[in-house]
């Protein structure tokens, strides 16, 4: 089993929808969780970290699961510049809480 | 206030040619992470430095690739004898402390050898 696996997507969208990313990942040690967001040929960037009680950030939703070992990012009503590559990030804590671990990325187009 | 900077952006190399891939950490940061991407994959840890020391290389392969962080300039990702699979976007990562979600990214630096 992979350490962090992902929807394989892509995912083409019409503005205003909603979609939802899901994400598993192995190692039940994993402390910490995050979206990044990543242009294309562009560096990743932290869209958000993941909480255990869920979080929100305007049109953004993420939410944990641990017991399943289970992340997801929900986007509503979706604009043209959240077409990107959404990936899920994760930290397997204890002594090597430095290193992230990410998956390989979900690509997401909206179209007008 | 200047995020973290790698340099060169684009680099072509030929097989057998050394790679030297740069990064300037953030102002006021002092650890440094790098991480590849090879096509259609995820970003992948290589290794963690701070000022004068290699704290983790668990990620970096065994033979041709090193790294350093002096204590004065930058972090250097050295390449030796590159190879066709060696072409990947290398991306630079610092931090204030040792925790992983202040991590910031640089812009990359995308190797290709021919």
């Known amino acids: 089993r992979k350490e962090v696996e992902q929807d394989p997507g892509p995912f083409n969208v019409p503005e205003g929808a909603t979609v939802a990313f899901n994400c598993t990942y192995s190692?039940?040690?994993?402390?910490?969780f995050f979206w990044y967001r990543q242009d294309c040929r562009k560096e990743p960037k932290l869209l958000m970290s993941v909480y255990s009680s869920g979080n929100e950030d305007g049109r953004f939703t993420a939410q944990l699961n641990r017991a399943s070992q289970y992340i997801s990012l929900l986007i509503r009503d979706s604009k043209l510049s959240d077409s990107a590559t959404y990936l899920c990030?994760?930290?397997?804590?204890?002594?090597?809480?430095?290193?992230?671990?990410f998956g390989k990325g979900t690509l997401l187009t909206v179209n007008p | 206030n200047a995020g973290v900077m790698q340099n060169p952006r684009h680099l072509v190399r030929r097989r057998g040619q050394e790679a030297r891939l740069r990064c300037s950490p953030m102002k006021g940061h002092s650890h440094v992470y790098w991480y590849r991407q090879l096509p259609e994959e995820g970003l992948k840890f290589m290794v963690y430095l701070q000022k004068e020391n290699i704290i983790d290389e668990s990620g970096m392969p065994k033979e041709r690739f090193s790294a350093e962080f002096p204590k004065e300039g930058p972090s250097i990702l050295r390449i030796q004898q590159v190879v066709r699979g060696d072409s990947a976007a290398y991306f630079c990562?610092?931090?204030?402390?040792?925790?992983?979600?202040?991590?910031?990214f640089g812009p990359g630096t995308r190797l290709t050898v021919t």
């Open positions: 990030v994760v930290n397997t804590g204890g002594g090597s809480n430095y290193k992230l671990t």
């Open positions: 190692n039940s040690a994993s402390q910490s």
């Open positions: 990562a610092s931090s204030p402390h040792r925790t992983s979600y202040e991590q910031y």
